[in-house]
C-alpha cells in the first residue's frame, strides 16, 4: 500500500463486507473503486457512467466521516430513488481522497 492509498470498508449487497485498497492519486470515485474490485455484477453499479443520472451506485454511508456537501444533481437523483436512507450518497459524487481512509459504507439494494 503506497502512502496516497486509502482503506474503504464496503459491505456488498450479499452483506459481504471487503476491506479495499483505494488509490487518492488517480482522481476516482468510490463508484469507481466499487467496479473495479467487481464488489457487484457489471452493469448493476455506475450505469449512467458516474454522471448522478441512475442512483445504481447509491450507498449507505455507515462511519462518522466528515463528506463533502451534496450538489444539486446528487440531492435530486436521490430524490427520486428507490431504498433512500438519511446516510445515503450517490458514490460516484465521493471522490477519493486521504480525509474518507476507514469510511465504511453498505450499498443499497438494486432496484
Known sequence: MEDQDIIIHI??????????????????NLMEVIRSYELAPEGTVGICGGMAMCASCQCYIESDHQLPEMNDDERAMLAEAFHVLDTSRLGCQLAIRPALNGLKVAMAPED
Do not use: E, K, Y
Not at 485498497?21 to 488517480?26: Q, S
Open 11 to 28: 459491505i456488498d449487497r450479499d452483506g459481504v463486507s471487503h476491506d479495499v485498497v483505494a488509490p487518492t492519486d488517480m482522481n476516482m
